[in-house]
């Protein structure tokens, strides 16, 4: 740390914790993108920043919060899908969001960061609630909140079921021939499921 | 070994192997159901079946080889699928699929170590490998086959996709309403679904 104060010496103090608060982030999200959940220590994450772990704990509490922060970042592309329905006609929403979900993971730059936070949703259970609370307040609800139906909500989540699937099948386990498959192949195959989850009868 | 072999005196020594085997196939499905691939070793193993390690070895060959005769036996609730297919109209397979996977899942003798498996393949590449294999050519090419269409494989995938989703998202992440739903409300949601990808247009 008096290295890193050394060096912004004469800048306002806020915006210097905002730097720390930043640097430190960044390093959270790449020692879960690469360890996982948990094989990741608050200690790892205080070395990679270049930090001590009682700052990590200041800016953002235990493990599991530290968590919750990086999967937020990692996480915002996708939640960019709800404003991608913004402008659709009603009978175009399942295409919109089958388009913009593969066009996520289809993109190595998210998608790499999204298998790890996934991978760890899968197989642990804190990582998986911290996943479970942003999935669903961060995207199914304001999906759903787009569809004027009584069973929005479980139909955002059987949408989510075969898009989630479909990248688990292909993105993970490499099921062939999904996994080789041409993205705009399974587009056209899913767009409509997505369709009829979220509006059919 | 010992004490084992010598409680068994006198019985046929190929069936004192394959009571061993047996052992060791028991004690490994435990094993790798409680802990997960990466945390389950075959010292772990041969000291929860009491034998030495060299002896499974003997039987199994390497860890991944002892995972892959542990899922078989996990597994094989669930290689009952096609089977259950044998004698369903054509415009009936999607239900009857359906309603076998929920069976299945719902069944928690047959959900934990199912789940165990699942979240071993999803974050960690060799157990992974293993799950691929046995999924494709144990299962899906099995469901495939009976669709006398080109693109079976990818449309028993994409079939696939939709019950696997749901599973992960009703039982590992367990996003609500979705998790607390009636079985019956999701088996009537994606039988059609599911029908859609084996036999559709």
Not at 11 to 30: K, Q
Not at 158 to 170: P, S, W, Y
Request: aromatic residues 6%.
């Amino acid at each position: 740390m008096t290295g890193a104060t050394a060096r912004r010496r004469g800048r306002p103090r806020r915006e210097e914790a905002a730097d720390t608060r930043d640097h430190i982030l960044t390093a959270a999200r790449e020692e879960f993108s690469e360890h996982g959940y948990e094989k990741t220590s608050v200690r790892g994450i205080a070395k990679a920043a270049g930090v001590d772990s009682a700052l990590v704990h200041h800016y953002f509490g235990t493990k599991e919060q530290v968590f919750e922060a990086a999967v937020a970042v990692i996480f915002a592309p996708a939640l960019n899908a709800p404003d991608a329905l913004a402008d659709a006609p009603p009978d175009d929403v399942g295409e919109r969001l089958t388009r913009f979900f593969f066009g996520v993971w289809e993109n190595p730059a998210t998608r790499t960061p999204l298998l790890a936070i996934v991978r760890s949703a899968l197989s642990n259970d804190t990582a998986a609630a911290v996943f479970r609370r942003l999935l669903a307040s961060q995207l199914l609800r304001r999906i759903a909140g787009r569809l004027d139906l009584p069973d929005a909500e479980l139909r955002a989540e059987l949408a989510a079921a075969q898009l989630v699937g479909c990248a688990i099948l292909r993105y993970v386990i490499r099921l062939e021939p999904l996994a080789s498959a041409d993205a705009e192949q399974i587009i056209a195959r899913l767009a409509p499921v997505v369709q009829g989850h979220l509006t059919g009868p």
